[in-house]
């Protein structure tokens, strides 16, 4: 597909935690139904395969800021809901579980996506339509719109799922993170709650030697050991969990290191954790 032109009618499911929000556009004109990023400033763009945007939602209305500077004008929008978007050339199949951005109101694969710009998971699909969750609290970390919180470590955010904002404390949640297949590089992310890390696991994509996966503090201090992340389609979990270490206050961050040795990095991590109060 290519992106809008005009307005589109987008479906959407409100689901319990939807939202609406208005936020300041960049200098560009957004359509009512279109995908809503942010940019790496936080201005509201129309979602593209470009780097550093973070989905935020689907705009609901129509705003031309394109003849003026960032933030001279504002656009509405909600996350929170399930929505069709159109499957850019049926490339999501039944092995996709995650949609990416393709343009402003279509969804494709990580592997045909040239950024891996993340809308969220698949919920049903055809090989025209696909029907995604986006949810601005699981895609938009407090880093900003898809950088590092630290700006000293390599890497970019991958689908992090954080703690939702409102929760009652107990509840378990599942912490979600891709793992690209690059270079030795240290991930950065910022939890919204205060979370108790319980478990955690990997599964391999692609054939590596000797690389590992590590989950540690914002000090550097590890909350896991080194999982290995070698074998193709292996899982493998954390085989220590430190106690002292694994209780992170609101807001205080989190690591993931990822170390390739050889072959592919590419892995998904999953983190379970309990929000407590």
Request: with cysteine; proline share 4%; hydrophobic share 45%.
């Amino acid at each position: 597909m290519a992106p809008l032109a005009k307005d589109r009618r987008t479906g959407i499911k409100a689901q319990g935690t939807h939202r609406h929000h208005r936020g300041k556009l960049a200098a560009v004109k957004c359509f009512k139904g279109g995908i809503a990023a942010k940019n790496a400033a936080g201005y509201l763009t129309p979602a593209t395969d470009t780097a550093g945007l973070v989905v935020v939602g689907i705009f609901e209305e129509t705003v031309d800021n394109s003849a003026g500077d960032p933030g001279d004008k504002e656009a509405s929008y909600i996350t929170g809901v399930e929505c069709d978007l159109v499957n850019a050339g049926g490339a999501i199949g039944v092995d996709d579980l995650q949609a990416y951005v393709s343009d402003d109101q279509s969804a494709t694969t990580a592997a045909v996506a040239a950024n891996d710009v993340y809308i969220g998971p698949v919920t049903e699909f055809d090989a025209n339509k696909v029907i995604v969750i986006i949810d601005e609290a699981v895609n938009l970390s407090p880093g900003q719109a898809g950088t590092p919180i630290d700006g000293a470590d390599a890497g970019t955010v991958a689908n992090l799922a954080v703690a939702p904002a409102e929760g009652v404390g107990g509840v378990p949640v599942i912490i979600p993170i891709d793992i690209p297949d690059a270079a030795t590089a240290t991930y950065v992310y910022e939890n919204t709650e205060k979370l108790e890390i319980i478990d955690a696991w990997n599964i391999k994509d692609g054939a590596g030697a000797a690389n590992t996966i590590q989950i540690t503090d914002s000090a550097d201090a590890a909350i896991t050991n080194a999982m290995a992340a070698a074998v193709d389609k292996t899982v493998t979990h954390a085989g220590t969990i430190d106690k002292a270490k694994r209780t992170l206050a609101a807001g205080a961050g989190f690591k993931v290191v990822a170390t390739r040795a050889a072959g592919s990095m590419a892995a998904q991590l999953f983190i379970l954790a309990i929000k407590r109060a």
